[in-house]
């Protein structure tokens, strides 16, 4: 939820400050939007307990990092992939964390 925060932060002010180079661009608008999606996905991940809908929310949140990463390079927006460079440590640290409680929670059943 971090990294998405900063994401959020990053992308609000390339959109909207004028003379940063793309502010009011769709591409700045995309990438705005993408991480509003990434932080309400990332709230809602510890809500379910269900694996499938779990990892599920967990890879779109991955697949959401590395696009809007790869939008930053194309806008040359370098704290925005610095920002989903800390978002991924955060999606690989929530995945990896369910699946090893999960592995031991089954283990005491």
């Known amino acids: 939820m971090v ?11 390339y959109y909207f400050v004028p003379l940063t180079g793309v502010n009011g661009t769709i591409g700045a608008g995309l990438v705005l939007f993408s ?17 499938a809908i779990y990892m599920t929310l967990g890879l779109l949140c991955l697949l959401d990092v590395f696009l809007t990463a790869l939008a930053g ?7 925005l992939i610095a920002a989903m460079v800390v978002a991924l440590v955060g999606v690989i640290r929530a995945i990896s964390r369910f699946s090893v409680i999960h592995r031991h929670q089954g283990a005491r059943v």
Not at 3 to 13: E, K, Q, R
Not at 42 to 51: D, E, V, W
């Open 73 to 79: 390079y194309f806008l040359h927006e370098w704290l």
């Open 3 to 13: 990294g998405a925060a900063l994401g959020i932060a990053v992308a609000a002010y």
């Open 35 to 51: 991480t509003v999606a990434m932080l309400i996905a990332a709230a809602l991940m510890p809500l379910f307990s269900s694996k």
